[in-house]
């Protein structure tokens, strides 16, 4: 029971038109002891397919999401594809998996640096910070060579004009001198350093995204049977030699980046916050899906999937692929505290997205969210579920850059760090760099894959679907930067009669089922230490490692200000 | 002068996509020369920066929320109006908008000199793929109002 002292916040980032993620939690005593994770906005924009040819489904799907383009259109071609039961010429998986890749990449750092790293990050204690010194933590951590005192001191120079200017620009809004905020000075002004390296090298990523898409952020070269990227090494405007070294060049930049700066620093950041290690388990069944096809017929990956109930990665238990009947038949969405009609749960191909608003109700209906289930139970998607599934199955990858991270964070923090502490708030930080070391691997891997195929005179980029009479139905799924998601299509006589999208944040964003299950989010919560109810840091910590991407954003640009993310303490 | 004239918003959710209809308005009805780029980019928040960094003015369409205005007026912002309007805590990667990216290239010292922004107030953002009568009649003098700041600056269309 509540005590008297407990108090509810709300963190409900926008008010009058629309809205993305509500976080409601009561806190007692210091901690949280109860939460709900709310979405505040209808998206029923699946319903804009039916009826619509299924080869342009994937034009539309990439619109669900700004920032999740290109995961929302290979998703939407694998579930047709896996429909019509078509193979996909080996220079499409390829090009399609470079594309993953490059995009993963920019998006894990771009998380880690520009929306997440300030929860950890005081930007004020630069200015105390010694930049020699600073420089020789960074060149001890890695032999990255923008880690140079002068480099430390041009960065802390330029944080001072921001402080003396009387606005923080970027930072305006972290919690400045919370007492949560542990770094030492000199790391602080190594994470500032850092991020603005992390602006550039994330747009190499890009950048190999626009080659091979055609352009960004919405891509050109998708289409259901392949890609339509001409392949002619005596052609100037076809993908070529050069075309494919310049994205190498590119590619390698990323690569560098990833492996002596990103990794380095999350490690860093853990070794100085070791106790965060004990808290935002949350759920610990983990789900992932395999990807980066390696055949025609996507029976082979490189990144491994699969279900690990209760954290227990003995009971791991693989998912071959978009046609293993575990997989297929696994999947319900519930809607007892969603704002739907009826209850479920739901197989997706059966989906219904029916609205039924009745206010925000703790007890009741209170998120436009559904909440997906696996074999009925809730999951955690994200790099941590695909780490874990990695590590699990013995993934060469998975296992040897995992084990570094942990004994790189051993020698920071002084403790001795295992993989049981990964169910934590600072595991799914430590899990997505790993990920991202373990993709940076395999972006040479399947660019080498793709420049020797074409090298050997394959350029084949495109079966020809054609649709039969009658109904079939078609699961497309990608690990995506934030987790599994998956496409389910039902078609009829050649058109799109349902279409359902599963997205990463449904399953961790999800809220209580008909059995009264929390989702990851809140679950995560429970626990989480509160120094100053009026700045919720510890809350949006764990809340920002999930990686949360509210799918179909609405950009609307507010002058006012109305529409900021506001926190209510009552 | 490299110019970009980005349309910001996403097409499946009604007067939203009044940005890239502006932007396809343009592209089909001028030919403004290989030094612009006119572009439809979706809703790209936290990317945003990505695509502001080789240009020397950029023109952003957008929908804005305005209480006092009618659907479909067209309002234009100066870049010191863009800074100024409030941020916040962001939960996703999605509330970002262009006055955080404006401020984040500001601090990196590669941000664009001159951004102007050109708003349409809309009337519903509510799933679906047209624009709302007044939002619609907007868009031509959305793409009235883009063509003039760059007359002033020494394009014609």
Redesign the interface.
């Known amino acids: 029971m509540p005590t008297a002292t407990a108090k509810r916040i709300t963190i409900d980032p926008i008010t009058r038109i629309e809205g993305h993620l509500r976080i409601d939690v009561e806190v007692d005593q210091g901690k949280v002891n109860k939460a709900w994770a709310s979405s505040t906005m209808f998206r029923g924009i699946e319903r804009i397919l039916l009826g619509r040819d299924p080869r342009e489904a994937w034009l539309f799907t990439q619109r669900f999401c700004g920032v999740c383009t290109t995961v929302h259109a290979l998703a939407s071609v694998r579930a047709v594809e896996d429909a019509l039961d078509l193979p996909i010429p080996i220079n499409a998986q390829y090009i399609r998996n470079l594309i993953l890749i490059a995009h993963a990449m920019h998006d894990h750092i771009v998380h880690f640096y520009h929306l997440s790293a300030l929860d950890w990050v005081d930007v004020t204690q630069v200015l105390k910070a010694d930049p020699v010194k600073a420089s020789s933590i960074a060149e001890s951590l890695s032999d990255w060579r923008n880690n140079s005192a002068k480099e430390m001191a041009a960065v802390k120079a330029r944080v001072k004009g921001l402080v003396d200017s009387g606005q923080l620009g970027p930072f305006a809004h972290g919690y400045w001198g919370h007492p949560a905020m542990k770094l030492p000075p000199e790391v602080n002004l190594i994470a500032v350093a850092h991020y603005l390296q992390a602006l550039e090298y994330q747009r190499y990523a890009n950048q190999v995204v626009a080659m091979l898409g055609g352009k960004t952020p919405h891509i050109q070269n998708v289409a259901v049977g392949g890609v339509a990227n001409a392949i002619n090494l005596e052609s100037e405007a076809a993908l070529n030699l050069d075309r494919l070294y310049q994205m190498k060049s590119l590619l390698d930049k990323v690569v560098s980046f990833v492996q002596n700066v990103y990794v380095p620093d999350v490690c860093a950041v853990a070794g100085f916050y070791p106790d965060w290690f004990n808290y935002g388990a949350g759920v610990t069944n983990y789900l992932s899906v395999p990807d980066l096809p390696l055949d025609e017929r996507s029976t082979k990956f490189d990144l491994p999937g699969g279900f690990i109930p209760n954290g227990d990665l003995s009971k791991f238990h693989p998912i071959t692929g978009q046609k293993d009947a575990y997989w297929r038949k696994a999947v319900t969405e519930d809607s007892e505290h969603a704002w739907y009609k009826g209850g479920g749960p739901l197989h997706p191909w059966k989906g219904e997205t029916d609205p039924e608003y009745t206010d925000w109700k703790e007890d009741g209906k209170y998120s436009w969210v559904k909440a997906p289930r696996f074999e009925g139970q809730p999951a955690q998607v994200g790099p941590l579920a695909n780490v874990l599934a990695g590590y699990a199955s013995g993934n060469p990858l998975m296992v040897k850059w995992t084990d570094a991270a942990l004994s790189k964070i051993s020698a920071i923090a002084k403790i001795k760090a295992t993989p049981a502490m990964l169910h934590s708030t600072l595991g799914r930080h430590g899990a997505r760099a790993v990920r991202t070391a373990v993709l940076s691997e395999l972006a040479v891997k399947h660019w080498q894959l793709l420049t020797d195929n074409i090298t050997k005179g394959d350029t084949t980029i495109f079966n020809q679907p054609s649709f039969p009479k009658g109904q079939i139905e078609g699961v497309g799924f990608h690990e995506a930067p934030r987790g599994t998601l998956s496409h389910w299509v039902v078609i009829d006589n050649g058109a799109i009669k349902n279409y359902q999208a599963v997205v990463p944040t449904t399953w961790n964003a999800s809220p209580r089922d008909s059995k009264g299950t929390s989702g990851p989010y809140e679950a995560s919560l429970i626990g989480n230490p509160i120094a100053d109810p009026q700045h919720p840091l510890e809350v949006l910590r764990t809340v920002h490692s999930f990686d949360p991407c509210m799918a179909c954003a609405v950009h609307m640009f507010d002058p006012t200000g109305q529409n900021v993310a506001k926190v209510k303490v009552l | 002068m490299k110019t970009a004239i980005y349309g910001?918003?996403?097409?499946?959710?009604g007067d939203?996509g009044v940005?890239p209809a502006v932007a396809r308005y343009l592209s089909l009805n001028t030919s403004l020369g290989p030094d612009v780029t006119i572009?439809?980019?979706?809703?790209?928040?936290?990317?945003l920066?990505?695509y502001m960094t080789e240009y020397d003015l950029i023109i952003?369409v957008?929908?804005?929320?305005?209480?006092d205005a009618t659907p479909g007026t067209v309002r234009l912002?100066s870049r010191e109006?863009?800074v100024?309007?409030?941020?916040?805590?962001?939960?996703?990667?999605?509330?970002p908008?262009?006055?955080?990216a404006l401020?984040?290239l500001?601090?990196?010292?590669?941000a664009p000199k001159d951004v102007l922004?050109v708003?349409v107030v809309?009337q519903t953002?509510?799933?679906?793929?047209t624009l709302s009568p007044s939002v619609a009649g907007a868009v031509p003098r959305a793409a009235g109002t883009v063509l003039a700041e760059l007359g002033k600056r020494s394009y014609a269309s």
């Open positions: 910001i918003g996403n097409i499946l959710l939203d940005g572009e439809d980019l979706g809703t790209p928040s936290l990317d920066p990505n952003f957008d929908a804005v929320a305005a209480a912002y109006e863009i100024a309007a409030p941020t916040g805590i962001h939960i996703s990667p999605h509330e908008t262009i006055n955080d401020i984040v500001d601090f990196a010292g590669t922004l708003g809309p953002l509510e799933g679906g793929m």
